[in-house]
């Protein structure tokens, strides 16, 4: 009686198939236990923003843009507190997707935005202003200065030409930050001085470009000289600048 497997392992065709076989499925169970273990990469596991941020984080805020409902439940699943607003505005400027973030350190307080906005000014608070401000500055952000959400304009008030991201709430433009020891930094002030606030001002700049589709600084053009422009634009990563 011929054994199952041959003595001469390599020798019989057959045998390095089922060799093969049972080492790809080793490989394929050992990734799925991993998977289940670090949802954050799992590319199939409902986004949850209380997981660390992961490789499959780009796909997943991919799939939010179009969904309202997919994006409100990501904020639901995430224990987010906010309120589902009822749409507002005619044409254009029609905002269909009005999602206020209740607890959220914004001031002069927080506007309405889209919910995947939302969920991108979350992880940019969560995972990069805050790692910032405890490094450089050793304390808390307290509040995060905004000069406005929701503006039924085209791009730079012009009278014709694409429809800014602002139109529709879709983007938000980020002024400073509060410490909790009282210091401020100001994006006009303090982003072409030396120092530690430069250097916090450029670390969440580029710590924003994981998040939203669109970051402009006062390095893009004079008109952002003031400000951080965040927008979740269907381009994905379209400017980070």
């Known amino acids: 009686m011929k054994p199952a497997i041959s003595t001469q392992i390599g020798r019989f065709s057959g045998d390095r198939r089922l060799v093969v076989f ?115 500055f050793r304390s808390e952000v307290s509040r995060i200065e905004h000069l406005g959400a929701y503006s039924c304009r085209r791009l730079y008030g012009r009278n014709s030409g694409p429809w800014s991201e602002h139109a529709t709430a879709n983007a938000i433009d980020i002024a400073g930050f509060v410490l909790e020891d009282g210091t401020r930094i100001s994006v006009l002030r303090d982003w072409t001085g030396g120092g530690d606030k430069a250097s916090f001002l450029r670390e969440v700049r580029d710590g924003a470009c994981s998040s939203f589709a669109t970051v402009l600084s006062p390095d893009y053009n004079a008109a952002h000289a003031d400000h951080f422009h965040f927008d979740m634009s269907p381009r994905w990563r379209g400017v980070c600048r």
């Open 22 to 136: 049972l080492i790809g499925a080793a490989v394929l169970l050992t990734g799925r236990v991993w998977l289940s273990e670090h949802p954050e990469h799992d590319p199939w596991a409902p986004l949850d923003l209380r997981d660390p941020t992961g490789w499959a984080i780009e796909a997943k805020l991919l799939a939010l843009r179009n969904d309202i409902s997919m994006c409100r439940a990501v904020l639901d699943r995430s224990d987010v507190s906010y309120q589902a607003l009822e749409p507002a505005g005619d044409g254009a400027c029609r905002r269909e997707d009005r999602t206020l973030l209740n607890s959220f350190p914004l001031i002069p307080g927080t506007p309405p935005v889209t919910c995947p906005a939302s969920v991108a000014l979350l992880l940019w608070e969560r995972d990069v202003v805050a790692p910032a401000a405890k490094a450089k």
